[in-house]
């Protein structure tokens, strides 16, 4: 059984900087793409990042581009969200989500089947 499991999130103050983790498990073969998607109450989930498992390539929305980052582990079937610059405008649910086939990795949400419980990020001001 597929499995994405989010964790890292929390509270912090504009400015401050928070790190999230994706842990995917039951995949019988190697994701080709994992990525971050956020939403916010009242609005459509967005794309925020995402990272091909094979390779280095990342790809990024252009509101969170030099802010964050997305990495992986593929030792420990992970990738990774750091945000730094946090805003208030970045209070959201954060969800992970993977895909196995695929090229290349984009940050469109129908392109994911798969998606993990999400976790609460809260920016204050």
């Given at each position: ?73 593929n030792d420990k079937n992970t990738v990774y969200l750091q945000m730094n610059s946090l805003k ?27 998606w993990g419980q999400g976790t609460q990020v809260t920016v204050s001001s």
């Amino acid at each position: 059984q597929v499995q994405l499991v989010e964790s890292g999130g929390g509270a912090v103050q504009a400015g401050g900087s928070l790190r999230l983790s994706c842990a995917a498990s039951g995949y019988r073969y190697r994701t080709n793409c994992m990525g971050w998607f956020r939403q916010a109450p009242g609005k459509e989930r967005e794309g925020v990042a995402a990272i091909y498992m094979g390779g280095s390539s990342t790809y990024y929305a252009d509101s969170v581009k030099g802010r964050f980052t997305i990495s992986k582990d593929n030792d420990k079937n992970t990738v990774y969200l750091q945000m730094n610059s946090l805003k208030p405008e970045d209070t959201a649910m954060y969800y992970c989500a993977a895909d196995l086939w695929l090229s290349p990795c984009t940050v469109q949400k129908y392109d994911y089947p798969d998606w993990g419980q999400g976790t609460q990020v809260t920016v204050s001001s």
